[in-house]
């Protein structure tokens, strides 16, 4: 029978006191598995935002989902309400690239994302070709713009530094994973490159050279 894990979020520690929200969460998930026939493995995180992807009990069952396929004993991650695992459409884009590179389910129930059905992969890559489309115009705005602010003689940018621990994190990364899975990773780890933006290969392998001339 396939084990997925099911992951509970609540933001409130109201919320965290009186069970309100954890319990229709576990049950939505609870019959959408029983329709499917899965059993499930429980996560919660309880008083946590889904701003970024740091918490404990998420990164724990991403951990858990990365270990080889051979290995693993879960299929997949299913969520109740897709604001339950993130609110942010580039992390969410980043966890069904995770997915696909590591081959593991992604099901957000409320949006009909079910990477285990072709419909549900269908779903899912639209939303991840939104979210590409989304950072390649911010990219050519931003672009327009300094260009704009050269030709007055403007200078628009800023300094940015790299935290220590999101760099010690690549490395780590890297002695095991290829540039593409590092840069999938970080992305679902929330963690971003000095400027602000989301991990490529290219991003991956231009920091590591910078990180091991320093």
Same mark, same amino acid.
């Given at each position: 029978?396939?084990?997925?894990?099911?992951?509970?979020?609540?933001?409130?520690?109201?919320?965290?006191?009186?069970?309100?929200?954890?319990?229709?969460?576990?049950?939505?998930?609870?019959?959408?598995?029983?329709?499917?026939?899965?059993?499930?493995? $429980?996560?919660?995180?309880?008083?946590?935002?889904?701003?970024?992807?740091?918490?404990?009990?998420?990164?724990?069952?991403?951990?858990?989902?990365?270990?080889?396929?051979?290995?693993?004993?879960?299929?997949?991650?299913?969520?109740?309400?897709?604001?339950?695992?993130?609110?942010?459409?580039?992390?969410?884009?980043?966890?069904?690239?995770?997915?696909?590179?590591?081959?593991?389910?992604?099901?957000?129930?409320?949006?009909?994302?079910?990477?285990?059905?072709?419909?549900?992969?269908?779903?899912?890559?639209?939303?991840?070709?939104?979210?590409? $489309?989304?950072?390649?115009?911010?990219?050519?705005?931003?672009?327009?713009?300094?260009?704009?602010?050269?030709?007055?003689?403007?200078?628009?940018?800023?300094?940015?530094?790299?935290?220590?621990?999101?760099?010690?994190?690549?490395?780590?990364?890297?002695?095991?994973?290829?540039?593409?899975?590092?840069?999938?990773?970080?992305?679902?780890?929330?963690?971003?490159?000095?400027?602000?933006?989301?991990?490529?290969?290219?991003?991956?392998?231009?920091?590591?050279?910078?990180?091991?001339?320093?």
């Amino acid at each position: 029978m396939t084990t997925m894990i099911g992951y509970l979020r609540v933001s409130t520690e109201e919320q965290v006191t009186s069970g309100l929200g954890l319990a229709a969460q576990r049950d939505t998930i609870q019959r959408y598995a029983d329709a499917h026939g899965w059993d499930v493995i $429980w996560y919660l995180d309880e008083g946590l935002s889904a701003k970024s992807l740091a918490r404990p009990q998420l990164q724990a069952a991403l951990a858990r989902l990365h270990i080889i396929p051979k290995r693993r004993d879960v299929a997949g991650i299913v969520v109740a309400k897709l604001d339950r695992l993130s609110r942010s459409v580039h992390d969410f884009s980043g966890i069904l690239k995770l997915a696909a590179v590591r081959k593991w389910s992604v099901v957000a129930i409320d949006l009909g994302v079910d990477t285990s059905t072709p419909t549900g992969k269908l779903v899912a890559n639209v939303m991840m070709s939104v979210a590409e $489309w989304e950072r390649e115009v911010i990219g050519e705005r931003t672009s327009v713009a300094m260009q704009a602010a050269k030709r007055q003689g403007r200078h628009m940018g800023r300094v940015s530094i790299l935290p220590q621990s999101t760099g010690d994190r690549l490395r780590s990364l890297r002695a095991t994973h290829t540039l593409a899975e590092t840069a999938v990773q970080l992305n679902a780890e929330g963690l971003r490159t000095a400027t602000g933006e989301p991990w490529s290969a290219n991003t991956v392998a231009k920091v590591q050279t910078r990180l091991l001339a320093a």
